[in-house]
Structures are given as structure tokens and as C-alpha cells.
């Protein structure tokens, strides 16, 4: 191997060393051959003379020896690929066309791989990453996450990790010289970030005593929030800022590298965050109490996943035993440890891989649509590779000679490919952040380099390989005086084959984009049960330190709302704790019973619970079906009330809810509903609303951070301004966040479904043109071929008409047959991904009818142009030319 | 040149050639005349064509050659010497020259 490669480098490079060693070694022999013929006698003179013809010309010899060396395969490949550049050069269109196309399908797939490298595949980066696990719990109810307790059992009674951490984010408000600013804060374990093993750039990460009761509160930053708010302020360390009414000191900044479930701005160590503090006053009487933890851990060295699972589910399955009373709520609730990788990826797997799938499909219809443009190349080239073998070229050295144009034809698609994924990568991580944290781990490394080398280099065999294979070019094919009959009826098979082919596959990828494109349209005009259209949302939650009370929001949202709603331009204002499809994302159940009716033999209801201030029904547009609205004479001196949605009002059995009362503390606090309402898609436009409770602001039991909600006459964003001067003019310092119209908060729900139909639709167009683009270049040479036989049939009078009918059918027939093809394989490929449609058949007949007579329709334009030439060849010329 | 000096028979050099060598590592020269010598001056090897034949040899890797000091003249020279291959080759092309001559030989004896 070793010597192999030297010999291979003594080749290439070395050719002018090689020449000297040998002159060396001629004169050598030489000398030694003279100075034999001196002994015998001969002049010096002699002797030499004698010695050179006794060799028989130096010159020859030594371009003998060049030409055995030239046989080496190194030697075969250079001249090869030398000669491929020249024949390829001689044909820029074909270069090009062929160039683009494969550019078009690797660099679909380069991007590809480089986002699922990225995502699903490289480890997560920190030390030993896939040995971290997430602690999972399972129940027929949400907000059955780990509760602080939960987590201080696991502690105990888990062996198999090195640590097990938590992890859970809240908005603060982090004030530096009266400048407020709503940070993401992460609270975490004091030994998270050696569980992660992450080390801080800066200062130092968090220390047990950090976590101590009391102990004075600290704080690391991020690495993107220290740059972005401090600009990299490197004598950050030891500064204090004030946050929840205490002073917290900045201990140090994280490094560069996300930091998993989810990124914050800044973190805390657990008795710093005053709520998760306040529930660990009341561990020993509430066993759930601050159940939203996410808990994950390091396992020990041998211990392996299933082991460690097994080992949780126990434990979880003793908390139910023995404590009947807190999980009485929690029907099926189990535990498991899930790979943290996978479980971060979830979102954006099926996703990925069906566009994975889609671009391994457009590569393939690359390769087809490139094998007959190179078939039909080839066929052209009929006389050059007769030329070639009668000069002594043996069927392997033509073979040879295809696949490495092909080659170098894929490597230029490779290349043209990398580009196209170069600048088409900002984008797709824009669009893969929405499904998972994990987008900054995309790029374009050494791994998607050698991917794309290899699916190069395959490419160009693989389209390569059926041209060589059919070419069996004889010395006779040269006697043949017409180029124009080259190709036979097996290579027009072939070709005519391959057009199916690509037909089948472009029927696939229409069909899988037509597909979510339907759903898409079904979901975006879908009744969500309320009326979008110029609404804007603004967030303002104070914080908890200045907001107590139920009493401090009224005193803000009052006057909030009396002056916005005499502001011209808007219709009605309102505020609510819920916005739809807004921040939220997931509801907040309670269970909850009906006075005089017993739950026994069922779930216990349980309905998403929030406050909203009157006109808040009419301000989003939601119907009011039964009793009344809230009113103004609503508040804490009369009788609490509620309102609920049509959804809750399914537990009444078809009784009518108004007049009845509910509770949510087991009969200590009696709420009467007042109003039913329609249910809003809430949470996620493809399922039913959840049931939903609403309470009068001005009777709410706990201090509720809410919306503002503002139903204009113009254009709702020119209010936001107007929002935020008349909220500052109430409290200069409380934040407004996240303003939004509906509509957008209604599109950005959207986004990930309509950029998944759009790339699909995108790889789809892209397929049907590099198709079309093939029929009419396959029906063209087909018409060429039988130019004579159409001058003889328009000589004896047929009519044009017939004549282009005859080609166009031939076309359509292939369209047709692929069309057939394709479209069985789509039914069943469609059954993997239907899951992910809404309302959406993998037969949906709307959508493959309306496919079907675009293909068609396509197709037959695609045919016109060799059709017409067809009918315009004169019969003179047709026949004279053989 | 002398009748009885005979032209050597298409492929037969590189049998010799490989046979020589497997005495020892030698250089071109002296391979030429070694086979000169032990056939007796029977064989006469064209001196132009031992040249391409080696670096042919050497492709295919049934000869290495190096660079060294030849001591009967002290210079250097370039030495081959026969590989792994080399020697399988050089039993299998034996046992194929054998084969050939004892049929040849019988044929012509049968003729007679």
C-alpha cells in the first residue's frame, strides 16, 4: 500500500525525476557495456560507438520505458480526465445543463444533510452528551411535569445518575440603574452546568452554597444576551443588578455552546427564583407542589438507558402508591428517562426526514433526467467511439473513459451544490428554529463536505453508469454514413423508460407537496371560533413584587382600558390572560365539579382556567350562545360568577350550564355560570378548542398578569405606540411585550406548515421542470430520428394535424404510464405522513385530480414544440437526404 | 553474431529476467550479461528491450528496485530485486514454460 503510493507520487509528480534516474541508468549500462568491449580490445572510441548500436538507439528506448509507465491507473485517470475536460468543453450546453441540474439536486440534499447532521445527528456538544437523560413523566393530564418534591426522591432513591438537575425559565425583569429589561431566566440546579459540563468564559458557574436558603442571590449570563446587552463587557464579573426587589451579582458568563432544553438570557441557581423558593416552604404538605420542573441527569459510567428507565418508572410507580391522594388526578401517570437528544429533536424529525426524503427524490430525478440527456449525448457520439475503438481503444478504456466524464460531471454538480446550500442555509435555519433548539448546531463542516463528495462522486457513476452500459460502439458503426440514425430501438426504450421514470418521481413529490398544500389551505381557513382581523395584543405583565394583589392589576388595567377605548381608531379594548394562538402554548387545566352532579365513573373535568375583563368576547369576536356576558356590576361585593365555553359545557351532559354552580377547591368557593360561549382554538388550530373557564377580572381570586386586546377602525399596528405612551403614562415601568396582531400571531402558527408545503412545493416545481424539460427533449430526438418517416407520410398526403396529434400522444402516453406509476407509489408513500395533514387523505381526490390534469396539461405544451417541428419537415429534403 | 545465437521468444524475457533475480538483486547490466553467460552466449538479450521490460516488471510489482553502490564499480546504480509477487510469478511462469516445452517436445518427437 505504502509502496503504492509512492509509486504513485513518483508518478505524478515526479515525472521529470523519473526521466533523470533513468538517463542515469542508461549511462550506467552504458559505460560498464564499453568499458566490456575496451577489455576485449576496442578503442575507447571504439568501444562506445559499439556499445550505443549494440543498444539500439537510446531515444527509443527511453520513450519505451515512458510509455510502460504510462499504463500505471494514475496515469489512465489524468488522461482521462484530460480528455473528458476537452470533450466537455467542446459541449458548454450539455456542461451546463447537466451542471445546473445535478447543482439543483445536491444541493438539495447537501442542505438537507447539513440541517439533519445538525439536528438529529451530531451529538449534543458537551462531553459525553448522549449520556444525558431526560426525566419524563406521563399522565392523561398536562402539568404533570416533576414537582420539587418528585425530584428530591429521585435524588434519594436514583443510583444510576452522577446528578440529577432541574431546570425551569421564568420572565424577570432585570433592572440596572432603573432600566428594566424582561429577561428569560433560567432557574437551575446549582451543579447543572457540571452535569452538562459546560465551563463558564468568564468568573466561575454556580457552587452548592449558591443554592443555600437565603444565600445572597448570583447570577450567570449567556453568552448571546452578555454581547448583545453588554457587549461583551468584560468586566462583567462582580456587577449588581436588581432583579425581584434584591440585589444579584453577575458570578459569570457561559460560553458559546446552547444550552439545553431551552435557551435563557440568564440563570439563577434554584433559591434565587422567589416562586420556586416558595415552593420548597411547602414540600411537606403538597407532594405536586411547583410541578413544572424539567429534571435531567449525567447517568454513571455502565449504566445503560433501559436500566436507568426501568429504575425511574419504579420509583414513580411507588409515588402513587404511596401517595394515592396526589396523583388521584393523574390517570396512566409513569415515568421514563428519555435520551435528551431525542427528546430535543422530537418536533423536528418527521418533518426533516420527509424533506429529506423529498430532495433524495429530486437528486434521483436529477440522475434520471441527466442519464438520457448523457444516453442521448452518447448516441450522438456514436462515431467518435467507433473512431476511438477501431484506433485500438478496448471496451473497458471507453467504459472508463464515460464514468469519468460522468464523474467530473458529478463533481461539478457537487460543487455548483455546495454553493446553492451555502446560501440557502440562513434561511432553513430560520425555519428548522421553530421546531427545535437545536438550529444553531447547523452549518457547513467537514461531514456535510465529505457528504457531499460521496453523493457527488455517486451521482456522477450512477447517471454515468447506464449510457456506458448500452454504448457497444463497433468499428461497423463508422461505415454507417448518418449520425442521425444512431441509436437503436433499445437505447430509445431506455430513453423513453427513463422519462417515465422521471415522470413517476416528479408525480411523487407533486403529490406530497399537493398534499400538505391542501392542508395547509384547509387549516389556514379553518373556524377557529373567533375573528382575527384587526386585533392587536400586547402583553403587560408586571412583576410579581409590584403586583401583589388582584386590587394593584384593577388599579392598572382600569384606567388602561377606559383611555384606550376613547382613543380614535379603536372599536373596543379589553384584557384577558389568554390571547389566541399567543404565548401561552399550552392550556392550564384544573379539575373542577358541578354542584349536584356526581363525577363517579368518569374523568374528573378539568377546563383551562383565565380571567378576562368585560368586552373581552366581543373584542376577539366570539359569540356569546347562551345567558350573558360579563357585566361592569360584576365585581367582588356580588355573587362570583363565570363564564364558559361551548367545550365545558359538553360535562352538563346537554343540560343547560347557566344558573349552575362550579368549584375548583372541592366545594369551598361556589362559581355560578352566567354565559356560554363558542370555544376558540385556543392553543393549536388542528384540535378542538379544550374546554375553558372564564373569571371577571373584577373578581379575580389571584393577581392575573394579562393582554391587552384592542379591536381597531385602521390599521392595528399604528396603535402600537399609542399602546405603549398610554400604559407608561399608568406605570413607567412596566414592560410591554410581545405586540402582535392577531392575524400575525394566527401566521406565525402557520409558519412551519407553510414553509414545509413551500419547500415541497419548491423541490416539486423544480421536479416537474427538469421533467418537462426532459420529455421534449427526448420527444425531440425521437422526432429527428424519424424525419424521413414523416416527409414519406406528408409526401403521400397526410395531414399535419394527424401528424402532430401522433407526436403529442406519444408523449402524453409516457406522461401518462409515469402518471400511473407515480401515483400508486404517492397513495403509498402518503400513508406515512398523513398524520401530519389536517383533514387530509393520502387519496385526497381534489388534490391528485387537480394534479393530474396540471401534469397533463404540462405535458402536452412540452410536447408542442418537436410536435410542430414534426409537421413542418418538407418532404423534399426528407427524402433526399438519404 | 554468430548462427547460433538465438532471438528470444516473445514473452520468454521476462521469465529470465525474473529468474536472474531470483539469485539476487542485480542491476540492468548485469542482468543482461548473466543471462548471456549461464545460456552460454546462446541467448542474446537486446540490450534496448531489457529496459522497458523491467520498468514493466516493476509496474506490476513483481520487481523493486533501489538505488545503491554497485562495489565492482563504485558508483550507483540501480539494483532490482524480486518481490513477494515476483516469486509466485516466477513458479507460475516455470511451471507454464514447462508445460509448453515438454508438449512441444513431444510433438515434435511423435513427429519423427
Known amino acids: 500500500m505504502f509502496k503504492r503510493m509512492r509509486r504513485w507520487f513518483r508518478a505524478v509528480g515526479g515525472g521529470r525525476r523519473l526521466d533523470d534516474q533513468m538517463d542515469q541508468e542508461l549511462a550506467f549500462h552504458l559505460d560498464l557495456e564499453a568499458a566490456k568491449l575496451e577489455r576485449q580490445g576496442l578503442t575507447p572510441e571504439a568501444a562506445r560507438t559499439e556499445a550505443r548500436r549494440a543498444f539500439g538507439g537510446v531515444e527509443r528506448v527511453r520513450e519505451e520505458v515512458r510509455d510502460t509507465r504510462r499504463t500505471s491507473w494514475v496515469d489512465t485517470i489524468l488522461r482521462n480526465v484530460r480528455y473528458a475536460r476537452r470533450s466537455l468543453g467542446r459541449n458548454p450546453g450539455y456542461t451546463a445543463a447537466v451542471i445546473a441540474t445535478l447543482g439543483l439536486g445536491i444541493g438539495a440534499n447537501t442542505t438537507m444533510f447539513s440541517v439533519i447532521d445538525g439536528v438529529l445527528l451530531k451529538p449534543l456538544p458537551y462531553a459525553n452528551g448522549d449520556r444525558l437523560l431526560l426525566v419524563q413523566h406521563t399522565a392523561s393530564q398536562p402539568n404533570f411535569g416533576v414537582s420539587i418534591k418528585e425530584l428530591y ?29 424582561r429577561v428569560a431566566a433560567g432557574v437551575v440546579s446549582a451543579n447543572f452546568f457540571d452535569v452538562l459540563r459546560v465551563k463558564p468564559i468568564l468568573g466561575r458557574t454556580f457552587q452548592a452554597a449558591d443554592a443555600a436558603h437565603g444565600a445572597p442571590a448570583v447570577l450567570l449570563l449567556s453568552n448571546a444576551y452578555w454581547k448583545a446587552r453588554f457587549g461583551g463587557d468584560p468586566t462583567i464579573v462582580g456587577q449588581v ?36 423558593a ?77 424533506l429529506l426524503g423529498a430532495t433524495a427524490l429530486v437528486l434521483l430525478l436529477a440522475c434520471a433526467n441527466v442519464a438520457s440527456l448523457t444516453l442521448a449525448r452518447t448516441l450522438n457520439r ?67 463536505l465529505a457528504f457531499t463528495a460521496v453523493v457527488s462522486i455517486l451521482t456522477g457513476l450512477a447517471f454515468g453508469a447506464l449510457p456506458a452500459l448500452v454504448t457497444r460502439p463497433g468499428p461497423a458503426s463508422l461505415l454507417r454514413q448518418s449520425g442521425a440514425s444512431a441509436g437503436g430501438p433499445r437505447q430509445s426504450r431506455l430513453l423513453r423508460g427513463l422519462v417515465v421514470a422521471q415522470v413517476a418521481v416528479s408525480v411523487v413529490l407533486l403529490a406530497a407537496a399537493g398534499l400538505f398544500m391542501t392542508s395547509l389551505y384547509r387549516l389556514a381557513r379553518v373556524d377557529a371560533g373567533y375573528h382575527a382581523e384587526r386585533v392587536l395584543a400586547a402583553e403587560i405583565f408586571g412583576n410579581f413584587t409590584r403586583y401583589k394583589e388582584p386590587k394593584d392589576y384593577l388599579r392598572l388595567y382600569k384606567p388602561l382600558l377606559e383611555r384606550l377605548s376613547q382613543m380614535p381608531g379603536v372599536q373596543s379594548a379589553a384584557v384577558g390572560t389568554v390571547v389566541p394562538l399567543g404565548q401561552q402554548g399550552q392550556p392550564f387545566l384544573n379539575a373542577f365539579e358541578i354542584q349536584g352532579r356526581s363525577a363517579i365513573g368518569r374523568d374528573r373535568p378539568a377546563a383551562d382556567v383565565n380571567v378576562v375583563s368585560t368586552r373581552y368576547f366581543e373584542t376577539l369576536g366570539i359569540p356569546i350562545v347562551g345567558g350573558r356576558d360579563f357585566r361592569e356590576t360584576d365585581t367582588t361585593e356580588s355573587a362570583p360568577v363565570v363564564v364558559i365555553n361551548q367545550s365545558m359545557a359538553r360535562y352538563w351532559d346537554g343540560a343547560d350550564p347557566v344558573g349552575s354552580r362550579v368549584s375548583f377547591d372541592k366545594g369551598e368557593h361556589w362559581f355560578t355560570v352566567v354565559g356560554v360561549t363558542g370555544t376558540v382554538r385556543q392553543y393549536a388550530l388542528e384540535r378542538d378548542g379544550v374546554a375553558q373557564l372564564f373569571i371577571a377580572l373584577n373578581q379575580s381570586p389571584f393577581p392575573a398578569g394579562a393582554s391587552v386586546l384592542l379591536r381597531t377602525t385602521v390599521d392595528p399596528v399604528s396603535m402600537t405606540e399609542v399602546v405603549r405612551d398610554t400604559v407608561h403614562s399608568l406605570d413607567p415601568d412596566m414592560p410591554v411585550e410581545h405586540v402582535q396582531t392577531l392575524e400575525a400571531l394566527r401566521s406565525n402558527y402557520l409558519a412551519p406548515t407553510r414553509l414545509t408545503a413551500m419547500l415541497l412545493g419548491l423541490f416539486a416545481g423544480v421536479a416537474l421542470v427538469v421533467t418537462l424539460a426532459g420529455l421534449t427533449g427526448v420527444l425531440g430526438m425521437s422526432v429527428s430520428q424519424r424525419t424521413q418517416e414523416f416527409g414519406v407520410r406528408m409526401a403521400l398526403g397526410a395531414q399535419p394535424g394527424s401528424i402532430l396529434t401522433g407526436v403529442v400522444r406519444q408523449g402524453l402516453v409516457m406522461v401518462a404510464i409515469g402518471l400511473a406509476i407515480g401515483g400508486a407509489a404517492s397513495m403509498f408513500v402518503g400513508r406515512f405522513f398523513t398524520s401530519y395533514l389536517y383533514e387530509t387523505q393520502a387519496t385526497d381526490p381534489a388534490t391528485f385530480g387537480v394534479l393530474a390534469i396540471a401534469l397533463l396539461a404540462a405535458a402536452a405544451v412540452a410536447c408542442a414544440g418537436p410536435a410542430r417541428r414534426a409537421t413542418q419537415v418538407d418532404p423534399m429534403l426528407a427524402l433526399r437526404s438519404e | 553474431m554468430t548462427a547460433s545465437r538465438l532471438d528470444l521468444l516473445q514473452g520468454t524475457l521476462d521469465l529470465l529476467i525474473l529468474r536472474t533475480l531470483s539469485l539476487g538483486p542485480m542491476h540492468g547490466w548485469g542482468i543482461s550479461q548473466r543471462i548471456q553467460q549461464v545460456s552460454e552466449d546462446v541467448l542474446q538479450v537486446n540490450q534496448g528491450s531489457l529496459y522497458p521490460a523491467l520498468h514493466r516488471l516493476e509496474e506490476a510489482g513483481w520487481i523493486d528496485s533501489e538505488w545503491g553502490r554497485s562495489p565492482d564499480h563504485n558508483r550507483q546504480a540501480k539494483f532490482y530485486r524480486l518481490t513477494k509477487t515476483g516469486e509466485r510469478r516466477l513458479a507460475e511462469e516455470t511451471r507454464q514454460w514447462e508445460l509448453m516445452t515438454t508438449a512441444v517436445a513431444r510433438i515434435l518427437a511423435s513427429e519423427a
Open chain 1, 382 to 448: 456514436d462515431r467518435e467511439l467507433a473512431l476511438r475503438t477501431a484506433l485500438g481503444a478496448g471496451r473497458r478504456q471507453l467504459v472508463g473513459q464515460l464514468l469519468t466524464e460522468s464523474v467530473m460531471l458529478g463533481l461539478g454538480g457537487g460543487i455548483a451544490g455546495l454553493l446553492l446550500a451555502a446560501m440557502t442555509q440562513g434561511a432553513l435555519g430560520t425555519f428548522i428554529g421553530r421546531f427545535t433548539a437545536r438550529a444553531a448546531d447547523i452549518g457547513i463542516d467537514g461531514r456535510v
Open chain 1, 241 to 276: 443588578f436588581e432583579m425581584n426587589d434584591r440585589p444579584h451579582t453577575v458570578v459569570g458568563v457561559l460560553p458559546p455552546v446552547p444550552i439545553y432544553p431551552q435557551e435563557s438570557d440568564v440563570y439563577m441557581p434554584t433559591s434565587a427564583c422567589p416562586f420556586r
Open chain 1, 153 to 181: 426522591e429521585y435524588r434519594k432513591q436514583l443510583d444510576s445518575f452522577e446528578g440529577l438537575v432541574e431546570f425551569h425559565q421564568m420572565s424577570f425583569d432585570l433592572i440596572k440603574r432603573g432600566d428594566p429589561n
Open chain 1, 278 to 354: 416558595r415552593g420548597e416552604e411547602h414540600l411537606a404538605e403538597n407532594w405536586k407542589t411547583f410541578s413544572n420542573l424539567r429534571v435531567f441527569g449525567r447517568l454513571k459510567p455502565g449504566v445503560t438507558i433501559e436500566a436507568a428507565s426501568a429504575h425511574i418508572a419504579t420509583v414513580a410507580a411507588q409515588f402513587t402508591r404511596d401517595h394515592t391522594e396526589a396523583y388521584r388526578d393523574a390517570r396512566g401517570f409513569g415515568a421514563a428517562a428519555l435520551g435528551l437528544l431525542g427528546e430535543l429533536t422530537r418536533n423536528a424529525r418527521p418533518m426533516l426526514l420527509i
